[in-house]
């Protein structure tokens, strides 16, 4: 018996919820109970509710394995993929979920990610040539130049960091630290030939000066990535372009 209740436990879901259609109740919170079983994620626990108690409920979610970061939002306060967070590790009989901070809320958990991906245009994410391509082979890089990628490109676009981001809250058009990161992804590649061109959106009032080095992005990376480093790195390459 004592066995059986380690293995499950009764959890009370607090959603923060946003029905665009609601009239009065628009925003609201809603209380779902469910018996959890040990190795359940929270994303498991939403399919659940959705499934068995609330087809009205509404959340983002596609790959359930960390890679997309469709399910990302705000658990107990904390910016987390609900597919990687297993719910008896939050160690908590209520869970309080709401969707990220600072993103406008299409419905419940669902959150507008337009922008954050017009910010990731804006720095031109792509590797820019001027050179013509090798006629033998392509475009290589030793092991050394291959490395200095490590902690870029393993970007899931969650939005996490961006959300958690003061600097953001306070100003809308701020590029964040998702933004930034993707750009160093580039300019640190030893085959971009035109640095200067990824920085033209970044040396503006809303790029790279407005990062105060809060360093909650580095906190909320569900990815352990560091887009504080890639910023201070992003600025000693643009004082460098731009004193030639
Ligand atoms: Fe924001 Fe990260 Fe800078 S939290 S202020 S982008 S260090």
């Known amino acids: 018996m004592a066995q059986q209740e380690q293995e499950r436990r009764l959890v009370t879901f607090r959603v923060k919820r946003y029905n665009p259609e609601g009239g009065e109740r628009k925003r609201y919170t809603q209380e779902y109970k469910l018996e959890v079983m040990k190795g359940q994620s929270v994303l498991d626990c939403l399919n659940d509710i959705r499934w068995k108690q609330d087809g009205s409920l509404t959340f983002r979610r596609s790959c359930k394995s960390g890679i997309c970061g469709s399910c990302a939002m705000t658990i107990n306060g904390v910016n987390r993929l609900a597919c990687e967070t297993q719910v008896f590790a939050l160690g908590a009989s209520t869970i309080t979920i709401e969707p990220l901070r600072g993103f406008t809320v299409i419905k419940d958990l669902a959150v507008d990610i337009d922008p954050m991906v017009e910010k990731i245009h ?7 040539t001027k050179s013509p391509p090798p006629s033998d082979a392509e475009r290589l890089q030793s092991p050394e130049e291959r490395a200095r990628l490590d ?20 100003d809308e ?17 030893s085959r971009d030939e035109a640095p200067g061109e990824h920085f033209d959106a970044l040396d503006d009032k809303h790029g790279l000066w407005r990062c105060h080095t809060i360093f909650n992005c580095v906190e909320a990376c569900p990815k ?3 887009p504080t480093k890639a910023i201070e790195a992003l600025r000693r390459e643009l004082v460098k372009e731009k004193i030639g």
Do not use: M, Q
């Not at 804006?122 to 820019?128: E, F, G, S, T, W």
């Not at 058009?173 to 590649?189: E, Q, S, T, V």
């Open 151 to 170: 902690g870029l490109y393993e970007c899931i676009l969650c939005g996490s960091c961006t959300s958690s981001c003061p600097s953001f809250w306070a």
């Open 224 to 226: 352990s990535l560091n």
């Open 173 to 189: 058009n701020y590029l964040g630290p998702h933004a930034f990161l993707k750009a160093y992804r580039f300019i640190a590649d």
């Open 122 to 128: 804006a720095v031109r994410p792509y590797l820019i």
